[in-house]
């Protein structure tokens, strides 16, 4: 079992920068992908950026690119997600997700979830 937590969320305006937390339990933390997800009210859940267990493969949605970056500190158990350059589009429940087995930008395949950390963006 792995438990996650998220924080880091608020509100800020537009143009403004956010970093997002989650802090894993287990001792094999090192070896799992993690993951960033968002919802928006109204709208299905979409990945944001994910990491393979090395850190050296990464992906991020197209309407991130340039302005979100996801690393992590595996000495900490702890991923994060720098955000830069807000939009109000970006408003949305930001969740960290854990996958034990593959690298993977699909939701259903990741195996655990946080609580989820809201995050607002005023124009």
């Known amino acids: 079992q792995v438990q996650l937590v998220e924080s880091g969320g608020g509100l800020v305006q537009a143009g403004g920068s956010l970093r997002l937390s989650c802090a894993a339990s287990g001792r094999t933390f090192s070896s799992y992908a993690m993951g960033w997800f968002r919802q928006a009210p109204g709208k299905d859940a979409e990945v944001v950026a994910a990491?393979?267990?090395?850190?050296?493969?990464?992906y991020y949605a197209d309407s991130v690119k340039g302005r979100f970056t996801i690393s992590r500190d595996d000495a900490k158990n702890t991923v994060y997600l720098q955000m830069n350059s807000l939009k109000p589009e970006d408003t949305a429940v930001y969740y960290c997700?854990?996958?034990?087995?593959?690298?993977?930008?699909?939701?259903?395949?990741?195996?655990?979830w946080g609580q989820g950390t809201q995050v607002t963006v005023s124009s």
């Open positions: 997700a854990v996958d034990r087995t593959a690298f993977s930008v699909v939701a259903h395949e990741y195996d655990y």
């Open positions: 990491m393979n267990w090395s850190g050296d493969t990464t």
